[in-house]
């Protein structure tokens, strides 16, 4: 399976199973509902550990994306020529 497909289905997952669980608590209490809330929880865990497995791990807080401009475009300084 795609990759972006199976990170796509777990976040809207817990998405969908967060959802549920908001309206079945005020239709329920807590007692009958926590089924929902665990599937939301294995849902993000699972996303978790899918994209640590597939080893993207982003830029870390506190550091700076580095540049992907080009590079070496300094200007070029004046110089004296001599003439002969």
């Known amino acids: 399976m795609n990759p972006k497909l199976i990170k796509t289905l777990l976040i809207a997952g817990a998405i969908g ?47 700076k994306p580095k540049d992907t401009g080009t590079t070496g475009t300094k200007k070029a300084s004046p110089t004296k020529r001599k003439r002969k």
């Not at 089924?35 to 506190?62: A, D």
């Open 17 to 63: 199973f967060f959802i549920m669980w908001v309206l079945e608590l005020q239709r329920t209490d807590m007692k009958n509902s926590y089924w929902l809330i665990l599937l939301c929880i294995t849902c993000l865990l699972s996303f978790q550990y899918y994209r640590i497995k597939r080893g993207e791990t982003g830029v870390p807080t506190g550091e």
